[in-house]
């Protein structure tokens, strides 16, 4: 068996070469770097036979350790256990001192790196471990009468082992991690250019982009966050366009109508008021004409009522000359009769003239009574006319000032459409996934 000889003499051992065999030129570089000879390779495989039988202890030592400390006995216990594990320390510690690297060697090495990387072991974690193995089976070999000077020589050459079996372990360990952060650089990289095109995207005002979801992304959440986003802002925006469009043609052709409809009231409340106007002219003339007319039946009246009082007079001396006349044919006796017939036809006259005078008094003092009534009456409707018509001036007025303000309503209605037309216009620049 490679590296197990019994010494020829007692102060000698015979040491069997191991094998170095390795077809990368970057590992044979470390190798010789390492100063590690195929003579140490066999040193230590003699002593592994010596000891393999106590291989147990050293692996009992090496989880007693592990376990006592929080951090590595966390990490065992969240991936594996030490039954699972116990077999593979042994298998890993068997090719380790088996006196043979070649490219399974390096292999089993690399693929122990990656481990190492999936669990999240630090690295002074893992460089500890081989100082307990170095302990124990340094102990082993002083056990089995290894002399100080073989001692020191197997621990110089497995100290050599265990440098080269760290870097290997070690360099998987890292380039696992580059590797890893080299696929999360170029997943962020591939993640801030879509996400580039997409801002180019919406820049332009498309809202139909959206990022390309996988699962599998460290960026999946957040992607699907900013998309649900994005659904958000689409249907915001194709609200606003629908809203706007409904507003601009609905709205707009609702106020107009209503415009329209109060234009023709205003238009015709003025025409009522113009013919109002005219009427109420027309009767304040015609009452301004009937009043004329009463006041000078009044002033007729009046001169009637001074005619009168001078027939009243002719009818009192008639009256008088009746009596004087009377008296005078009663001084004349038979003479006078006939006198006396005129006198009392004279004096009866005069009496139906007083009666008629009367009746002609009472008739007038009535019709200068209901003349003043209706010139009262008349008056009070040329107040009330005055009144409508200034009532219809102020609704003129009014009406006026109502067209001013329509006018203006016009004017805002139209500039409300051209500004909803300018909102439709520009949401109409969105690219949107429907259109309300």
């Known amino acids: 068996m490679l590296g197990f000889f019994r010494s020829k003499k007692k102060t000698e051992r015979v040491i069997e070469p191991g094998i170095i065999r390795v077809k990368n030129p970057d590992i044979m570089i470390r190798v010789r770097y390492q100063r590690l000879t195929e003579r140490d ?13 106590d291989l147990d202890v050293v692996i009992d030592r090496f989880y007693d350790n592990l376990l006592s400390i929080k951090e590595t006995k966390t990490i065992l216990e969240t991936h594996s256990t030490v039954q699972r594990q116990r077999p593979l320390l042994k298998r890993y510690l068997e090719s380790m001192f088996s006196g043979v690297i070649d490219d399974n060697y390096v292999a089993y090495r690399q693929q122990i790196g990656d481990r190492h990387d999936y669990i999240k072991l630090e690295t002074f974690w893992y460089v500890g471990q081989y100082e307990i193995i170095r302990e124990a089976l340094t102990s082993l070999v002083a056990d089995k009468g290894a002399t100080p000077q073989e001692l020191i020589q197997f621990m110089a050459s497995f100290g050599k082992l265990c440098h080269f079996d760290m870097s290997l372990v070690l360099e998987a ?11 999360m650089a170029e ?30 992304s460290k960026f999946e959440s957040i992607v699907r966050e900013f998309n649900v986003a994005l659904d958000v802002l689409d249907q915001t925006f194709s609200s606003l366009f629908g809203h706007a469009k409904e507003q601009y043609t609905t709205g707009a052709s609702t106020v107009a109508a209503a415009i329209g409809e109060m234009t023709t009231t205003i238009g015709e409340l003025s025409r009522q008021g113009e013919t109002a106007r005219a009427v109420t002219g027309d009767t304040v003339v015609n009452i301004r004409e009937t009043v004329s007319q009463m006041e000078v039946l009044t002033k007729a009246s009046s001169n009637i009522d001074n005619i009168t009082n001078i027939i009243v007079q002719i009818a009192e001396q008639t009256k008088l000359l009746s009596l004087n006349a009377t008296i005078e044919a009663a001084r004349s006796g038979e003479a006078g009769k006939g006198f006396a017939v005129v006198a009392g036809e004279v ?3 005069a009496r139906q003239t007083n009666i008629s005078i009367q009746q002609i008094r009472e008739l007038i003092g009535s019709i200068q009574t209901s003349t003043k009534h209706v010139g009262s009456g008349i ?10 018509d200034g009532i219809v001036s102020g609704t003129a007025s009014a009406t006026t000032e109502m067209d001013v303000s329509v006018k203006q309503l016009r004017a805002h209605a139209q500039q409300s459409a051209e500004e909803a037309a300018a909102l439709t216009e520009l949401l109409g620049e969105f690219k949107l996934t429907r259109r309300s």
Request: proline share 0%; charged share 30%.
């Open 347 to 349: 004096k009866e006259l």
């Open 379 to 388: 008056q009070n409707v040329n107040k009330v006319i005055q009144e409508i």
């Open 187 to 216: 997943e962020s990289n591939l993640f801030i250019d879509e996400m580039a095109a997409v801002f180019q995207k919406l820049a332009k005002r498309d809202l139909t982009v959206r990022l390309t979801v996988d699962e599998k």
């Open 173 to 183: 360990l890292a380039q696992s991690r580059l590797a890893k952060i080299n696929a």
């Open 41 to 53: 390779l066999g040193i230590i495989a003699y002593w592994y036979h010596q000891v393999e039988e």
